[in-house]
């Protein structure tokens, strides 16, 4: 880790930490909702390492923190999008579990 400060070591820690519980409910549950959670866990992780790498990196400047606001903005869009399709998926079909959304396959 030639040039990378030390102190980035704790937040990527914390981040990789977080992605891995991010990616264990997105890939283990059933319920929708926690699914999309878990994806918006692990698009924290990786703003946390965005702001840690542009605070602490080689050459600190505003480009990760830049990159940060423009991936929390997606994630805004995409979480009222998701709920939005989830809610009327629910209105339709009754559940929220991902194993049963097969509408598509017909």
Known sequence: MSGLSGLAIPYMTLAAILFCIGLYGALSKKNALIVLLSIELMLNA??????????????????????????????????????????????NRGTTDVNEMNSLKR
Request: zero cysteines; a positive charge.
């Open 46 to 91: 990786v703003n946390l390492n965005l702001i840690a790498f542009s605070k602490f990196g080689i050459q600190p400047n505003l480009t990760g923190q830049v990159f940060s606001l423009f991936s929390i903005s997606v994630a805004a869009a995409e979480v009222a999008v998701g709920i939005a399709i989830l809610i009327t998926y629910y209105r």
